[in-house]
């Protein structure tokens, strides 16, 4: 029997939008362009644990920047990527796993949302085959409205003023576009093909509350002053007045600033139909800029230590899955490249890293039997270290570390001498 499912207009503008474009020019920044306008876009790439940020981070900018693993929470500090193509900067940042307070393993992991109040446009990655239970959909509320008060560059408000030759009295109806995108991931993993509809239609209805009490809030600041708050997502699916809402403020309001839904499989990379519409979508959304983050060619702001560090994370999480401690820590003892002096190219590479942890079981879990799951991790992370680099010798040396002092391990001084 066929079912006729009436569709709403957020849903029909997005899969129009989606469409437009098959393939992505992907060629690189060319110094021989005659001094082309530079642009760029700010990006923040958030959601819950686990949902594959950084596997979309790792396709957006076709490296390998940060850690990936089945493991949650595998992010644990705020990674910056960039990718240039043609006179276009995107500039990536890659946050933990938004958590609440009630929840996080390390509130550390709170603060990192912090900057999704300075970038231009944020991308919301969802785990399309994840229920949506009530928890998963109040992190996502709140993850929307920071999305909403976000202001992005200085520089691209004053370039907007300055290219008004005289006051307008419509700026407030004319400006008003998405801030943020839902990225459905893992789509390949989702049967029949029909529930990924009943999710994007399930997310776009929290999203359109979201607009609609932003707008709301906006005005009864600019009325009584009030601060900002932390709305729940019961008072905001709860009010009253977001049923009152008239067809113009849908017209005007909401359906300007309703968010696009790219449907992709990370795992796919640029292969992904779903990840060349995104990387298209980002390139279109830049604005001009007076200058650049990161030189052309520079892919992440990581130090190569730095790099290094996720790479043999990324190892470790993958060998240990369930049985590594969220308490561990990584060290550099020794780093040194030899280089060739002719063509400036790698040799060798030799580092040294301490694992360092705060209990003998973790030092045994980690160490394996005989030693061979640190051998394993080591080898693994030598070959994508070859990659990255460029050098077919590469001299990595892990060594797992516990310190000696009881008072250093019961305070998590993970300063080992």
């Known amino acids: 029997m066929n079912v006729t499912r009436t569709l709403p207009r957020w849903i029909v503008r997005t899969r129009t939008r989606t469409r437009r474009s098959q393939c992505v020019i992907c060629r690189p920044f060319a110094t021989s362009d005659p001094s082309p306008k530079r642009r760029r876009l700010d990006i923040a790439i958030v959601g819950l644990p686990n949902a594959g940020k950084s596997q979309i981070l790792n396709v957006l900018t076709a490296s390998r920047i940060s ?24 500039l990536f940042v890659d946050t933990p796993g938004f958590l609440r307070h009630d929840d996080a393993v390390d509130r550390d992991l709170m603060s990192s949302t912090a900057h999704v109040s300075q970038v231009d446009f944020t991308l919301l990655v969802v785990d399309a085959a994840r229920r949506l239970t ?24 004053l370039e907007n003023d300055d290219n008004d030759d005289e006051p307008s009295t419509t700026t407030a109806t004319t400006v008003l576009k998405p801030k943020f995108a839902v990225v459905l991931n893992k789509v390949d993993l989702v049967y029949p093909k029909v529930k ?22 906006q005005q009864q600041e600019e009325e009584e002053g009030r601060s900002d708050s932390r709305p729940s997502l019961e008072s905001i699916l709860s009010s009253s007045s977001l049923s009152t809402r008239t ?8 359906l300007p600033q309703m968010p696009m839904f790219f449907y992709v499989s990370a795992l796919a990379r640029d292969k992904d139909p779903g990840m060349q519409d995104l990387l298209q979508f980002l390139l279109e959304e830049a604005t001009n800029c007076d200058e650049w983050e990161l030189d052309p060619y520079e892919l992440t702001n990581l130090s190569p230590e730095e790099r290094v560090a996720e790479i043999v994370r990324e190892q470790l999480y993958r060998a240990l899955h369930q049985e ?21 190219v790698p040799r060798r590479i030799q580092i040294w890293q301490d694992i360092i942890v705060m209990t003998a079981s973790h030092r045994d879990i980690v160490r394996g039997h005989q030693g061979r799951t640190l051998e394993h991790i080591r080898l693994r992370a030598t070959k994508e270290l070859q990659k990255l680099f460029q050098c077919t010798v590469v ?23």
């Not at 067809?247 to 909401?254: A, K």
């Not at 820590?329 to 063509?343: A, G, P």
Request: glycine share 4%; charged share 25%.
């Open 247 to 254: 067809p113009q403020q849908l017209d005007t309001i909401i």
């Open 134 to 157: 009530t928890d998963v959909q109040e992190s996502l509320v709140r993850l929307m409205l920071q999305a909403l008060q976000t202001e992005g560059r200085l520089e691209g408000i």
């Open 67 to 90: 850690a990936v693993s089945p493991k949650r929470h595998t992010t644990v500090q705020t990674v910056l990527g960039a990718r240039t193509l043609q006179n276009t900067q995107l």
């Open 324 to 344: 590594l401690p969220y308490q561990l820590r990584q060290k550099n003892r020794f780093w040194h490249i030899d280089t060739d002096l002719k063509t400036g």
């Open 395 to 417: 001299d990595l040396q892990l060594h797992v570390k516990l310190p000696k002092s009881k008072q250093q391990r019961r305070s998590r001084d993970w300063s080992i001498e």
């Open 196 to 217: 990924l509809l009943d999710v994007a239609m399930e997310i776009g209805a929290l999203a359109e509350e979201c607009i609609c009490y932003h707008h709301l809030e």
